[in-house]
Structure formats: structure tokens, C-alpha cells
């Protein structure tokens, strides 16, 4: 089994609502994969609620091999969800490690 995570910083300079229409977009997007990536077997996304930190988005998720998250990566379906950060993300962090 793989873990799959990755974290979002979003920019700066955009107002807090837009942040967190776009973060709660996000959120929406990413939970409906596994109606349509059937080798997702996990996933969720959390909002940070601490302003003191650097991250605003984390996404788990889990996954049978890395040639599952390869495949959910390239799904149409994901891809259109991860255009929803395209422009109001600043970083990304990924990690995907055997469990």
C-alpha cells in the first residue's frame, strides 16, 4: 500500500473568501474522485485552521502501488480538479511512501 500526501500553500495576495472558496472547491472536487478513479482507496482533504502555519491544504489518500497514484494523477477527473489551485497556488509538497 502506498500513501499519498501532498500540501498546498496558496498566494497571499488573494482575499481570505476567495481562499477559502477555492480551498473548500478543492476539498469538494478531490472527495468525489473515487465515484470515478476506482484505485483510490482512500482519500480526504483538510482545510488548516491554523493561521500560524505554512500549509493551507493537506491531501491524504491511499493507494494499492505508485502506478495507482500514477494513474489517478493522469485521470481526466483529477486533473480537473487540480486545475482548481492552478492559479492560486503557490507551493506543493508531496511525499509517497509504503505502508
Given at each position: 500500500m502506498v500513501k499519498h500526501i501532498v500540501l498546498f500553500?496558496?498566494?497571499?495576495?488573494?482575499?481570505?473568501?476567495?481562499?477559502?472558496?477555492?480551498?473548500?472547491?478543492?476539498?469538494?472536487?478531490?472527495?468525489?474522485?473515487?465515484?470515478?478513479?476506482?484505485v483510490i482507496?482512500?482519500?480526504e482533504v483538510g482545510l488548516n485552521m491554523n493561521p500560524a502555519e505554512t500549509w493551507d491544504i493537506a491531501l491524504y489518500s491511499e493507494f494499492d502501488s505508485l502506478d495507482d497514484v500514477?494513474?489517478?494523477a493522469a485521470h481526466p477527473d483529477h486533473v480537473v480538479a487540480a486545475k482548481l489551485l492552478a492559479d492560486v497556488k503557490e507551493s506543493?509538497?508531496?511525499?509517497?511512501?509504503e505502508y
Open positions: 500553500k496558496l498566494k497571499n495576495d488573494i482575499s481570505g473568501a476567495e481562499k477559502l472558496a477555492v480551498m473548500n472547491q478543492f476539498k469538494k472536487a478531490i472527495e468525489a474522485l473515487p465515484a470515478t478513479i476506482s482507496r482512500s482519500i500514477k494513474l489517478y506543493r509538497s508531496c511525499v509517497d511512501y
